[in-house]
């Protein structure tokens, strides 16, 4: 063989064999998002007011920043939220973004150190209900109608009765054609989903006969990653992610990294 030719062929052997070693040495992670979109966290980028295949959002973003070093591969995986959390209970994901906690997810889950908050509010039509503005909201909003929120949420922060009938869907981009269509007169939606929403879907002149208050006293609720006690990775994922979280607050780069998704820069195409 050429001596030229032999040395091509080892260097590129090697270079298979380093980049093989690297692979074996990294650790795969599978993470669920809810694939019905939850803006501004994950949702499809819109191009001339059409959905694409092309995920974006702060969750999508937050994890290349802090679990891009070479000790880690994620695998995003979409899925209706009940089931994110059903797989990573069992251990079939290692974990799930953007969620509430509650006594129940403390106990089965690992939780991360909270990296976003939520307004929690309800939606619905002035005309309908012009006096809320100024009474403000009854202890049960079933007592005045029909309401809706979104299947396998946690609406306990919300400060409403344990017993609130609450008539789940499973898609939230529907909640203004709920509203406007009267089979909900109200909707259970966090402040910032709601305005994302909105700019997302090119509806922000909806926002002229929609009504939005505070739940819970105006209180603004954290929300976790949850990992799989289950999970081969479980406290490797939750130190780095907690560890690259902390560095990105400390940076300002956390709270740049939010306002960009929530403050409506880029439009309909990037909430």
């Known amino acids: 063989m050429n001596s030229k030719l032999f040395l091509l062929f080892l260097l590129l052997a090697c270079q298979i064999c380093a980049a093989s070693q690297t692979e074996l040495g990294r650790k795969k992670v599978n993470i669920c998002i809810d694939e019905t979109e939850y803006p501004p966290l994950n949702y ?4 001339d007011g059409r959905k694409t295949s092309v995920n974006a959002g702060f969750d999508i973003e937050l994890l290349r920043l802090v679990l891009s070093t070479q ?10 939220w009940p089931r994110c959390l059903l797989e990573v209970e069992q251990g079939r994901l290692d974990a799930a973004m953007a969620s509430s906690a509650n006594d129940e997810r403390r106990a089965t889950f690992l939780l991360s150190r909270p990296y976003f908050y939520l307004s929690p509010s309800v939606a619905f039509l002035p005309e309908r209900f012009p006096q809320l503005k100024h ?13 809706c929120g979104i299947r396998g949420f946690n609406y306990a922060y919300y400060e409403q009765p344990a017993d609130l ?7 939230i981009l529907q909640f203004s054609d709920l509203l406007l269509k009267r089979r ?17 879907e090119g ?15 105006g209180i603004k609720v954290p929300f976790y990653m949850l990992v799989s006690r289950r999970s ?23 709270a740049r990294l939010w306002t960009r998704f929530t403050a409506g820069q880029g439009g309909k195409t990037n909430p």
């Not at 049960?140 to 109608?145: C, M, N, P, V």
């Not at 009938?165 to 898609?171: A, C, F, K, Q, V």
């Not at 081969?232 to 956390?254: C, I, T, W, Y």
């Open 184 to 200: 909900c007169e109200f909707f259970l939606i966090n402040r910032e989903v709601y305005s994302a929403i909105l700019r997302l």
């Open 71 to 80: 000790d880690w591969r994620v695998n995003l995986v979409a899925a209706p």
């Open 135 to 147: 009474e403000g909201l009854p202890q049960r909003l079933d007592s005045l109608g029909r309401v």
């Open 232 to 254: 081969p990775h479980a406290q490797a994922l939750l130190s780095e992610f907690n560890r690259g979280v902390d560095n990105l607050e400390q940076s300002g780069a956390l």
């Open 44 to 47: 499809f980028i819109r191009l």
């Open 203 to 217: 509806q922000e002149s909806l926002a002229d006969r929609l009504a939005i208050l505070p739940m819970a006293g």
């Open 165 to 171: 009938g609450i008539h789940r869907s499973n898609e």
